[in-house]
């Protein structure tokens, strides 16, 4: 079936999705949650031939997915409730309300990084609100993409949710139907593409890109515990997440002292028995040889300008793997502090004070996620108020996403816009549509109707 008609088919349904009570949308993605489970040997499989992924990070993707599925049954009757609110005076006798109503017809344009989460996530609200989806996957991650497709036609009727699998041309295709709302996670070239098809016919947005996130350790960290972490932050997943610290400002106080955990910290974690950090299982590849091109060039271009090699730097492009890499002495001068370097590098920048932090912090677009790493409780506030960040950790890394559906996920504005997780996502999917219900009869008819000057002579 073509793009055109699943997208009309959808839309016609439309009213019989509305009219769908909380008890069967649970239904449905409970069965959802099932098909996960079952599949999750061909999950695992799949992710695991793309990025080398092993069991157990894709088994936390479906944790994820889990738990949001989880809060939003837990939920979703109450959520799907009128929710009245008070009167003011200008509204007295009336009765005022707020009534979620689904938006229409949302599109999810995911990515490659973690293909099965990003894929479901997004809809599992979409769906909850009583919206149609369709999910396009990324083409980098085909077979991801392929089980996603099987997952989704054995619980929902193609005229709730449907899969196009393929790259750029089913993404135009697609972002040619007018959709009431686009979700879309990947980088900013393609970001600007979807944000202009929106503007076309004024669909909602929510974009969910990366950008450069900084983590802060000041002087008085508990600096080997900041190292583990942020050596486990940066090279999951080989260093492709998106709200993966992308570059580390260290006190020069304690920067020797980090850089020495930051390698003991990489060698437990991924070469404990020595056997070589290439031949570690839960050590991933690059997803693509252009995406190992870019990240080695950054590296090299890194280095030509100055940058220290301390540990690693070591490639293998047939297998696209690079090594867990340090670089110190990393200025804005080079190509690595000028975009996401998405990859396994850890970036160290020495600082010599909090105020000289702030302004690296500054010379970047606002980002997804800000890390600080302190003791000091003057210190942490200095950065909350003076920054600003789709999320933020204290003295940790990456566990602010998918692991908690009261707080929510997003970006600002390079960094994305809109939000999802456990309510957000009923909501981003949602028109909150206000209804002020008046009484019959004569009893409020306004005062200020016209002719005014009867309101005039009573003044
Ligand atoms: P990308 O932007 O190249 O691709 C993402 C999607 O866009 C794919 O489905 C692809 O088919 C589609 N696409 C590509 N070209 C297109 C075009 N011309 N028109 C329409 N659609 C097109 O993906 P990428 O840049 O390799 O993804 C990595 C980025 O994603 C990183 O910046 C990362 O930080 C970000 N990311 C963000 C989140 C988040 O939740 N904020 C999560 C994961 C990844």
Aim: net charge positive; hydrophobic share 40%.
């Amino acid at each position: 079936m073509t793009i055109s008609s699943i997208f009309n088919a959808q839309k016609s349904n439309h009213g019989v999705l509305r009219a769908r009570s909380s008890q069967q949308r649970i239904r449905q993605l409970q069965a959802l949650r099932a098909k996960l489970i079952h599949r999750k040997r061909d999950i695992c499989d799949a992710q695991n031939k793309e990025l080398k992924t092993c069991d157990m990070d894709t088994e936390a993707q479906l944790m994820m997915l889990n738990i949001e599925i989880d809060f939003i049954c837990k939920h979703l009757s109450r959520w799907m409730k009128p929710r009245r609110v008070k009167n003011s005076q200008a509204t007295m006798g009336k009765k005022c309300y707020i009534q979620y109503e689904p938006k229409g017809s949302v599109l999810n344009i995911s990515t490659w990084n973690a293909p099965i989460a990003i894929n479901i996530m997004p809809i599992i609200g979409a769906l909850a609100a009583g919206n149609s989806a369709i999910i396009k996957p990324s083409e980098l991650a085909p077979h991801t993409a392929t089980v996603t497709s099987e997952i989704i036609s054995a619980i929902f009727p193609r005229n709730q949710c449907a899969v196009f699998e393929g790259g750029p041309e089913i993404a135009q295709e697609l972002l040619n139907h007018p959709f009431n709302h686009i979700y879309y996670t990947g980088g900013h070239r393609v970001g600007r593409i979807v944000m202009k098809a929106a503007a076309e016919n004024f669909s909602d947005i929510t974009l969910e890109m990366g950008g450069k996130n900084p983590a802060i350790i000041d002087a008085t960290a508990e600096v080997s515990n900041a190292a583990l972490k942020l050596a486990w932050g940066r090279m999951a997943n080989a260093g492709q997440v998106c709200i993966g610290p992308d570059y580390i400002l260290v006190d020069q106080m304690v920067e020797q002292s980090f850089i020495s955990a930051a390698k003991a910290a990489l060698i437990r974690l991924y070469n404990p028995r020595g056997y070589g950090f290439k031949n570690c299982a839960e050590f991933p590849r690059l997803i693509s040889d252009s995406h190992f091109e870019r990240v080695k060039g950054l590296i090299d271009d890194a280095i030509s300008k100055g940058a220290i090699l301390e540990f690693g730097g070591e490639y293998d492009a047939e297998q696209r793997y690079i090594s867990p890499t340090i670089l110190s002495g990393v200025s804005d001068t080079m190509a690595i502090m000028q975009e996401e370097v998405f990859g396994p590098v850890m970036v160290v920048i020495g600082c010599e004070n909090s105020e000289q932090m702030l302004s690296a912090i500054k010379r970047q677009h606002k980002p997804l996620a800000l890390y600080i790493f302190s003791k000091n409780r003057s210190t942490i506030n200095y950065f909350l108020h003076n920054t600003s960040a789709g999320s933020t950790v204290v003295n940790h890394n990456l566990i602010q996403s998918g692991t908690n559906p009261n707080l929510a996920f997003g970006g600002v504005n390079h960094s994305g816009t809109g939000r999802i997780g456990g309510f957000q996502s009923f909501l981003e999917f949602s028109n909150p549509r206000s209804i002020v219900e008046s009484p019959l009869g004569w009893r409020d008819i306004n005062i200020n109707f016209p002719p005014y000057s009867k309101i005039y002579k009573k003044l």
